[in-house]
Nanobody, 123 residues
Framework: QVQLVESGGGSVQAGGSLTLSCAASVYIVSTYSMAWFHQAPGKEREWVASIKRDGITSYADSVKGRFTISKDNAKNTLYLQMNSLKPEDTAMYYC?????????????????WGQGTQVTVSS
């Protein structure tokens, strides 16, 4: 059974940094395309960044240049390094895995989800 467990969330001031981790129970990180989404209260879940099996990365315009998605296949772990955090980055952050997608921005394309980790950025 596939499980994704996020960690690393917390409360920081604007301009600070956090690194999120997503540990997988099986060898999914190396064989699936992986992504981070976030969801603020009252808003829809939004794509933040993704990394394909071959390591190619993509980012939402709102985080480009500030966030870095990466993975360690040997550790079955996905990461999201978040720098220069802004109050508008406040949300629950989820990692997700897809066997394949036509549209990586679409939540319904993903097969597995973690339970989320909260990130709160104060001004």
């Amino acid at each position: 059974q596939v499980q994704l467990v996020e960690s690393g969330g917390g409360s920081v001031q604007a301009g600070g940094s956090l690194t999120l981790s997503c540990a997988a129970s099986v060898y999914i990180v190396s064989t699936y395309s992986m992504a981070w989404f976030h969801q603020a209260p009252g808003k829809e879940r939004e794509w933040v960044a993704s990394i394909k099996r071959d390591g190619i990365t993509s980012y939402a315009d709102s985080v480009k240049g500030r966030f870095t998605i990466s993975k360690d296949n040997a550790k079955n772990t996905l990461y999201l390094q978040m720098n220069s955090l802004k109050p508008e980055d406040t949300a629950m952050y989820y990692c997700a895995a897809a066997a394949g997608w036509l549209n990586p921005l679409a939540p319904h394309e993903y097969n597995y989800w973690g339970q989320g980790t909260q990130v709160t950025v104060s001004s």
